[in-house]
């Protein structure tokens, strides 16, 4: 960094800190869900942060409302002394200063380490969380192949570099599981992980795992269940914010996201905080606009730069699919990989419901004799899920209908193929491995 540049970034540093000292205000009301302050509506906005001084030190907050009566501020943190009078200065937008030694790290969401490893080197260029995804008509076309390793993936609903796609499941059915095999997959730069809600010793087995698996070559950022809703609603924020910079270093990048319901669970509490009415099982308007936001800037960045491969977990509440909240996100994403809790229950992992899943740049990935060797495997899949029950009654006769037949001798085939543990080696060529299988169990 030349001097001049110091000079001007020292000389940014001091205006922005004359500003700060300058605005100030003074909390008139005390909530369990927020602060409302005075004196400051003239010059925050939303997404701004304020300083509001504590018997413990001074604590963050953001701005969530503001209304000619004063400005309404949520805090980072659970269980707040902030009493009436105390005093509140404007500190601003939050924004991240990335650095590539943050690679092997755990971070909270504000990119401080919670790993017990020392203090992270700070970056010299600012990035804001609230960023814009890439223009739409500057981004890279999508046509490289993401091979996963995992075999119902790779086979059935392959990935692009660049592509972002969900895995949709209820809780208990193998979700993080797979979360953890697609980090270990080849083919791109490095790993931003963000576990959000999760518990705490979930998320110490997923990163002793992961980081052990990838060492330096994986960012994890956690904010926990007992964590405030502020801060898990700005973790996949961080994390987003963290892809992008290696992004636009040229890095090829996995963003994985567990998950992106328990985000729109945080907005949902932040956004009734602030007096917003829910419109939809309980959420509200402005988590069905965050949510596009936070997803759209994944994927190609523009040209020369890398990509953001987006990989986001859903919850589906009660084994619900067409819950609003994951409509919204299917809708949102270039395909989904839908986990069932029935092929759970026999035993079958991934529990992946092949029939229900889709990858909207599957036709980028296959060859055509490889698509209509997958058309006519669903098909004949299709047709023996169909004929689960009659054939539990004692109403399959073979010889009656060619196709069931076959579909009766190599389905049982196919599934076991496709089975996979996590400490299984990844797939090389997996349609060319599940062709072997059935030929073999074909006779």
């Not at 636009?248 to 945080?266: E, F, K, M, N, Q």
């Not at 084994?319 to 079958?348: S, Y």
Request: hydrophobic share 40%; charged share 25%; glycine share 10%.
């Amino acid at each position: 960094m030349s001097k001049l540049a110091q000079l001007q970034r020292s000389a940014e540093l001091f205006a922005r800190t004359e500003r700060q000292i300058a605005i100030s205000g003074a909390v008139v009301e005390v909530t369990p869900t927020y602060f409302r302050t005075a004196g400051l509506s003239k010059f925050v906005k939303l997404g701004d942060c304020v300083g509001v001084e504590t018997a413990r030190g001074e604590m963050l907050a953001q701005v969530v409302r503001i209304d000619q009566n004063g400005v309404i501020v949520k805090a980072f943190e659970n269980n707040s002394p902030v009493g009436l009078g105390s005093k509140v200065r404007f500190v601003g937008p939050i924004e991240l200063l990335p650095h590539e030694s943050w690679r092997g790290r755990v971070l909270d969401a504000f990119g401080r380490p919670v790993d017990g490893q020392g203090p992270v080197s700070a970056g010299l260029k600012p990035y804001y969380l609230d960023a814009p995804p890439p223009a739409a008509m500057r981004r890279t076309p999508i046509t490289k192949p993401l091979r996963t390793g995992v075999r119902a993936i790779d086979a059935f609903t392959p990935i692009c570099e660049g592509q972002r796609i969900g895995i949709f499941a209820g809780s208990g059915v193998g979700k993080s599981t797979l979360l953890e095999m697609l980090s270990r997959a080849g083919g791109f730069s490095v790993a931003v992980i963000c576990l959000v809600g999760e518990r705490g010793r979930e998320v110490r087995d997923f990163v002793d795992t992961v980081i052990s698996a990838n060492p330096g070559g994986v960012v994890t950022i956690v904010a926990t269940a007992d964590e405030s809703p502020m801060m898990r609603r700005m973790a996949p924020l961080t994390a987003t914010t963290i892809a992008e910079f290696f992004r636009d270093a040229g890095a090829s990048v996995v963003l994985i996201v567990d998950s992106v319901t328990r985000y729109a669970h945080a907005a949902r509490e932040v956004a009734l905080a602030s007096g917003e009415p829910p419109v939809a099982n309980g959420y509200t308007p402005s988590v069905f606009a965050d949510l596009p936001r936070l997803l759209e800037r994944a994927g190609p960045g523009e040209d020369g730069v890398g990509a953001v491969t987006g990989i986001y977990s859903v919850l589906v509440d009660g084994d619900n699919h067409n819950d609003p909240i994951a409509d919204c996100i299917r809708g949102t994403l270039d395909g989904h990989i839908v986990l069932d809790r029935e092929i759970a229950e026999q035993g079958r992992y991934p529990a992946i419901n092949l029939l229900k899943s889709i990858s909207r740049l599957a036709d980028r990935v296959w060859t055509s004799d490889e698509r209509e060797m997958v058309m006519r495997l669903k098909s004949m899949l299709a047709k023996f899920e169909e004929t689960r029950d009659l054939r539990m009654l004692g109403g399959y006769h073979a010889g009656v209908d060619a196709e069931l037949d076959r579909a009766v001798v190599l389905s049982p085939v196919v599934y076991d193929a496709l089975r996979q543990a996590p400490k299984d080696p990844p797939a090389v060529v997996a349609l060319e491995e599940l062709a072997e299988r059935i030929n073999r169990g074909g006779g």
